[in-house]
């Protein structure tokens, strides 16, 4: 079984940044094998993708939604199992409960909710104005 868990939300002003992070855990969970993202929720609103990476360590491809590119980092630490997520130029609009996940690699790797299996609780994130 995989468990994620993730940690480093807070509140924040906007324009202010913050690092998530996503530790990763489990049988035979080995980082290289995997998918990986981050998605987010806010009230009232669906989940939505916002950032994937998958690769060997050396090349990692990411991917990352319209709304985040160019203020979001998304990286793997190999050798602790660690997901993180560099947030910065936060917006009042970026506030919402974050969520690492994990999927088997395999097809392209976009930060697609539906196809991730497993899921960590999540890590609220508020950016005032």
């Known amino acids: 079984q995989v468990q994620l868990v993730e940690s480093g939300g807070g509140s924040v002003q906007a324009g202010g940044s913050l690092r998530l992070s996503c530790a990763a855990s489990g049988f035979g969970f080995i980082y290289t094998r995997y998918c990986i993202g981050w998605f987010r929720q806010a009230p009232g609103k669906e989940r939505e993708g916002v950032a994937a990476?998958?690769?060997?360590?050396?090349?990692?491809?990411?991917r990352y939604a319209d709304f985040v590119k160019g203020r979001f980092t998304i990286s793997k630490a190999y050798a602790q199992n660690t997901l993180y997520l560099e947030m910065n130029s936060l917006k009042p609009e970026d506030t919402a409960v974050y969520y690492c996940?994990?999927?088997?690699?395999?097809?392209?790797?976009?930060?697609?909710?539906?196809?991730?299996?497993?899921w960590g609780r999540g890590t609220q994130v508020t950016v005032s104005s």
């Open positions: 990476i998958e690769g060997d360590g050396q090349t990692n491809y990411a």
């Open positions: 996940a994990a999927r088997p690699r395999g097809g392209d790797c976009s930060p697609s909710p539906g196809v991730f299996d497993y």
